[in-house]
Nanobody, 121 residues
């Protein structure tokens, strides 16, 4: 899989993490990139995406104002800065390339393994 998500870990409520989605032999700047998350026993949930054209971001209501998505094209990486984390944010976070920014998983081409974020005291 040509995308690798990293940066997850254990953090206390109110803390911050920055996730990275790196293209491995795959150029991210030609694609919209979406972040999704999946908690145990729950469906995959859209978190955020960034468009390929103008880099405009979109966020799920549950993370708006707390998370920020950004691109670093020279580093071929998309970041998800997560602030004011809550226990409900605990999940495996995955990034995926797509033709357009969309909350629908079916709009994305493929999925990597993801990185685990655990928010707990």
């Amino acid at each position: 899989v040509p995308l690798q998500a990293s940066g997850g870990g254990l953090v206390q409520p109110g803390g911050s993490l920055r996730l990275s989605c790196e293209g491995i032999g795959f150029s991210l700047d030609w694609h919209a990139i979406g972040w999704f998350r999946q908690a145990p026993g729950k469906e995959r949930e859209w978190v955020s995406c960034i468009s390929r054209s103008d880099g405009s971001p979109n966020y799920a209501d549950s993370v708006k104002g707390r998370f920020t998505i950004s691109r670093d094209n020279p580093k071929n990486t998309v970041y998800l800065q997560m602030n004011r984390l809550e226990p409900e944010d605990t999940a495996v976070y995955l990034c995926a390339p797509g033709k357009r920014c969309s909350p629908r998983p079916t709009e994305y081409y493929y999925w990597g393994q993801g990185t685990l974020v655990t928010v707990s005291s």
